[in-house]
């Protein structure tokens, strides 16, 4: 079973910045995908930030040039740098991984999910 624990969540102003973290532990194939989403109330989750174990990275548009994703893969720990923060920002952020079990064809996926931290952002 895999864990994977957020931290850095919490309350600033419009244009600060926050660092999110997520440390995953347990059973881990070490290639695998670390991603960021996040959920505001009455609203669906939605995918922030993607990396792969190659390094490659998808953003959504609305948080590009802003955010950068990263990972230490010794670790198995990715980070959220968020930058220039807006109101719309504020949302429970989720880390989430996903791998294969194995490198056979056949192997199942796994997907495993953090129990989220809040950001929130004030004008």
């Known amino acids: 079973q895999v864990h994977l624990a957020e931290s850095g969540g919490g309350s600033v102003q419009a244009g600060g910045s926050l660092r999110l973290s997520c440390a995953a532990s347990?059973?881990?194939?070490?290639?695998?995908?670390m991603s960021w989403y996040r959920q505001a109330p009455g609203k669906q989750r939605e995918l922030v930030a993607r990396i792969d174990s190659g390094g490659i990275t998808n953003y959504a548009d609305s948080v590009k040039g802003r955010f950068t994703i990263s990972r230490d893969s010794a670790q198995n720990t990715a980070y959220l740098e968020m930058n220039s923060l807006k109101p719309e920002d504020t949302a429970v952020y989720y880390c989430n991984t996903v791998f294969y079990e194995g490198v056979a064809v056949e192997s199942p996926r796994r997907e495993y999910w953090g129990q989220g931290t809040q950001v929130t952002v004030s004008s």
């Open positions: 347990g059973r881990i194939f070490r290639r695998n995908t």
